[in-house]
């Protein structure tokens, strides 16, 4: 692919998440808490779209905009913050950084069943999994906060710029 047409499916990528996103008929403050819940769980390791629809339900927010959220995140954006993840599990839990790295590094490598049960599994992932709900947590009321003000901005502007249309179209008839 070349520089264009990466350009090109960007821009076609983030005009139809745009028009998926205003289009959803909810109140401003339910389509922003699902985008922000959807993408703190695309972020998180082992969770995504069906832990976002199921904590959708759940918390009675808006179950396109938490789908859309866990889209726009799962999988891709956690590998890029998986080194992030490792150095903010490291701070909580008082571990130096390149030592749970090597130990992720080991487990990973040479991963059995039966280190499920055994406590130096525990000392490697808790850690790590305590980095991504960190960052999960702060990019999903980041994602909220910042959505509800772009959407209390927009919204109303599409919906007169709508009935417009309506009215134009009914005289036109």
């Known amino acids: 692919m070349n520089k264009k047409t990466i350009r090109q499916s960007l821009a076609s990528f983030f005009q139809g998440l745009y028009k998926k996103l205003f289009k959803i008929h909810d109140t401003p403050q339910r389509i922003a808490l699902g985008l922000g819940l959807g993408v703190a769980l695309g972020l998180v390791p082992g969770t995504g779209p069906l832990a976002a629809l199921f904590a959708a339900v759940l918390f009675k927010v808006n179950r396109a905009s938490a789908l859309l959220g866990s889209l726009v995140t799962n999988t891709w954006l956690s590998l890029v913050t998986f080194l992030l993840a490792l150095r903010i599990g490291s701070v909580i839990f008082r571990v130096n950084t390149e030592v749970l ?19 130096s599994f525990f000392k ?13 947590i702060l990019l999903g009321l980041f994602v909220y906060l910042t959505a509800l003000v772009i959407i209390k901005k927009i919204k109303p502007a599409l919906r007169r710029q709508a009935g417009r249309k309506d009215e134009s179209h009914r005289r036109h008839k």
Not at 101 to 119: D, H, I, M, R
Not at 124 to 136: D, F, K, N, R, T
Request: a positive charge.
């Open 124 to 136: 490697v992932i808790l850690p790590v999994l305590s980095g991504y709900l960190v960052i999960a």
């Open 101 to 119: 790295k090597s130990e992720w590094g080991k487990l990973s490598s040479n991963f059995q069943w039966s280190y499920l049960f055994k406590s």
